[in-house]
């Protein structure tokens, strides 16, 4: 099972990312994924999760409205389009998928992860 994040760097404030989750080794169509992120000092949290066939999304507060996450099924990817980032959304960026849970904020419920990709935003 493997995945692999892409897409991070060093981004000014005001400007976008478009990060990737490539995801192989069980069956991609089954799982909900979500994007977790942890800056420095701090717990991972909840960033988005999309489910299975895509028909629900869900955002923390502090990315509604800047950030969407998306899934192409054929590809077995997720993306995760970031804009107007701020230098609090600094931190690595993980995504994790899960077969089944209850709420799709808690990172109990999710059985795979990935390494992460660093996002650093500059003011």
């Known amino acids: 099972v493997q995945l692999v994040e892409s897409g991070g760097g060093l981004v000014q404030a005001g400007g976008s990312l478009r990060l990737s989750c490539a995801v192989s080794g069980f069956t991609f169509d089954d799982y909900a994924i979500g994007w977790f992120r942890q800056a420095p000092g701090k717990e991972r949290e909840f960033v988005a999760a999309?489910?299975?066939?895509?028909?629900?999304?869900y955002y923390a507060d502090s990315v509604k409205g800047r950030f969407t996450i998306s899934r192409d099924n054929a590809k077995n990817t997720v993306f995760l389009q970031m804009n107007s980032l701020k230098p609090e959304d600094t931190a690595v960026y993980f995504c994790?998928?899960?077969?089944?849970?209850?709420?799709?904020?808690?990172?109990?419920?999710?059985?795979?992860w990935g390494q992460g990709t660093q996002v650093t935003v500059s003011s």
């Open positions: 994790a998928a899960r077969f089944r849970g209850d709420s799709f904020l808690a990172r109990s419920t999710y059985d795979y």
């Open positions: 999309i489910s299975r066939g895509a028909m629900s999304t």
